[in-house]
């Protein structure tokens, strides 16, 4: 079950838990599912509403644990290698436009697979953020790249909003 594509809400209170859409590949095809992090579970649910419990979501992908302090976003960014800044941009997010920095440089591959065990990263990876450049100071995008065809970017958004996650009916 490889994701392609993800659109979800994360929290760290009161417990670690996200939910969202997400785009995989399944059996060599596209499809589209719901997903909720509860509990360190995973759990999907096709057009059905039907729940399906699918054990540790740390087997699968974590989405929640990208906020963990020890393993996530913040222990990339302390350890990214030669960070350069690039430039100012300004970042569309649908409802807003943020005004950032872009800084590029490398984080090691054990970094790199935390966030995104997909890439399968072996090697020093490049990694590019743009951070808002007033105010808090928001990462609001990241972007790493793996090899010439294998990048992801995650795009951050509506940062300490409440986010009110439940366990699903199996």
């Known amino acids: 079950m490889a994701i392609t594509a993800l659109d979800g809400d994360v929290t760290r209170q009161p417990a670690e838990a996200a939910k969202g ?26 057009d059905d509403g039907r729940w399906i419990d699918y054990g540790p979501a740390a087997n699968f992908y974590d989405v929640a644990s990208i906020l963990s302090p020890d393993t996530g976003l913040a222990e990339m ?5 030669d960070p350069e800044v690039e ?8 409802t ?14 054990r970094a790199a697979k935390k966030i995104v065990p997909q890439l399968q990263a072996t090697k020093r990876t490049s990694c590019t ?7 808090d100071h ?33």
């Open 138 to 170: 928001h990462l609001v995008a990241l972007k790493l790249a793996s090899g010439a065809d294998e990048s992801v970017v995650i795009t951050f958004s509506n940062w300490n909003a409440p986010v009110n996650v439940g366990k699903p009916r199996v």
């Open 87 to 94: 430039g100012r941009e300004t970042i569309d997010l649908g």
């Open 129 to 135: 953020v743009w951070i808002q450049e007033t105010g």
């Open 21 to 46: 859409y997400a785009k995989i590949r399944y059996r060599g095809a596209p499809a589209y599912v719901e997903f909720v992090v509860f509990g360190g579970d995973l759990y999907v649910s096709q």
């Open 96 to 109: 807003d436009e943020v005004h950032t920095v872009r800084i590029s440089g490398q984080v090691s591959a």
């Open 77 to 81: 960014l302390t350890e990214f290698i």
